[in-house]
């Protein structure tokens, strides 16, 4: 028998850069913000016991706002976005599955829904977002997904694959009101069979061993928050070793710092390495928040670079592998600018040409030759690899 059950439904906003472009004459950020507060307005009407959360991803993913049922705290959290680089969708489903998880494993009997709102087709699927997609369909996970597009996806859309897997819905919208009226129709609810407890000892699957695959990367400070810890506004300690500087390699907190993505407490990264050595993973570099137990992973090379020095690092970390090294920043040929598909990971801004534009040789980021003056001043380093660099 198919019942109506009360939802718990995560939005997934795609912040990313392109996310900046126009599309029925105004950004296409701005359309899934006013597309998202339809959703969340619709939904509510519904059902005003469903709750609603809201996390944004692009290059790394950031919670906006928790579970909440309250329209007016909602809509508020939504306003604190931020253009966050490049598109990651494994990360920013696998942030969205963990925080569903929890709330499974506390009160069971809800439907678990995603909504993905992005303006991206894709035509690969990695091997990890298979694993993570897998997961979700044996946590029976909806994943619906709203393309925002001036023409249609291509038939080999990954997004198509997802929520055929998971029994979510598809659509793709190529004008302003068949988006407000298909945004209605992914508010309605789910009717769906009666659910298996997936956390159920003697329930016989594969599933669990997928658990890994939904691990997400530790968060780097961003630019405003290097700024107040380099001018002693912000003194960060980790919440391991409880000091600023880190015990291993003696770097101060916005060299060497990170944070839990989830709860937003800082750690060290050597300190993270030598928790998750600890760990009950197969894999080491995968470990539990000691503090809201989010599935976190650090680069592998942190840990070869702690077990290769017997727990002694140097202070230049490169999550690549190479460490210690500088990098240059080329200059990009004036008549090939306009061909950059990118914007500065610095300012966030398209480039129009007015500037002289850098890439970055290791992690192949793009700067403004201005941006690129005050990041030296500032940091010395790549703002997206944490490479130090020549200019």
């Not at 507060?37 to 991803?57: E, M, Q, V, W």
């Not at 979510?168 to 659910?195: C, V």
């Not at 702690?306 to 040929?333: H, N, V, Y």
């Not at 003056?373 to 020549?390: D, H, L, N, P, T």
């Amino acid at each position: 028998m198919k019942d109506i059950y009360l939802e718990d439904c995560i939005i997934l906003w795609d912040c990313s850069r392109s996310m900046i472009r126009k599309t029925f004459k105004i950004s296409r950020l701005r359309l899934a913000q006013y597309a998202i507060k339809h959703f969340i307005k619709a939904k509510l009407n519904i059902d005003p016991k469903d709750r609603i959360g809201i996390i944004i991803f692009g290059s790394r993913t950031k919670k906006l706002s928790g579970f909440s049922s309250e329209y007016e705290s909602i809509l508020k959290n939504l306003s604190k976005f931020e253009i966050l680089g490049k598109t990651n969708l494994s990360d920013g489903i696998s942030f969205a599955i963990q925080i569903l998880v929890k709330e499974i494993q506390k009160v069971g009997g809800k439907v678990s829904r995603i909504f993905i709102i992005t303006d991206n087709s894709r035509r690969k699927i990695s091997e990890r977002l298979q694993k993570i997609i897998k997961l979700a369909k044996g946590l029976q996970i909806f994943i619906d997904t709203c393309i925002i597009s001036e023409k249609e996806p291509e038939s080999t859309d990954v997004l198509k694959k997802i929520t055929s897997e998971t029994n979510g819905e598809y659509a793709y919208f190529t004008n302003l009101n068949a988006l407000l009226r298909g945004i209605e129709g992914f508010a309605s609810k789910k009717i769906t069979k009666e659910f298996e407890d997936y956390f159920n000892p003697n329930k016989k699957s594969n599933v669990p061993e997928l658990i890994s695959e939904i691990a997400i990367d530790l968060r780097r400070p961003n630019i405003n928050e290097v700024r107040d810890m380099m001018k002693n506004n912000q003194n960060y300690k980790c919440q391991i070793c409880y000091q600023n500087k880190c015990p291993v390699c003696n770097s101060p907190f916005y060299a060497e710092g990170r944070f839990c993505p989830s709860c937003g407490r800082p750690i060290h990264l050597h300190c993270a390495a030598q928790w998750a050595s600890k760990s009950e993973f197969l894999e080491k570099n995968i470990f539990r928040c000691p503090f809201c137990y989010f599935l976190l992973r650090i680069p592998k090379t942190v840990q070869k670079l702690m077990k290769a020095t017997g727990g002694k690092a140097i202070k230049i970390i490169d999550e690549e592998g190479s460490f210690g090294k500088s990098i240059r920043m080329e200059q990009i040929p004036d008549n090939e600018v306009s061909k950059i598909d990118d914007a500065c990971s610095y300012c966030n801004i398209i480039f129009t040409g007015d500037d002289k534009v850098y890439k970055c040789s290791n992690c192949k980021s793009y700067y403004h030759e201005t941006c690129l003056e005050k990041m030296q001043k500032e940091i010395k380093a790549c703002r997206v690899c944490g490479r130090s660099f020549e200019f």
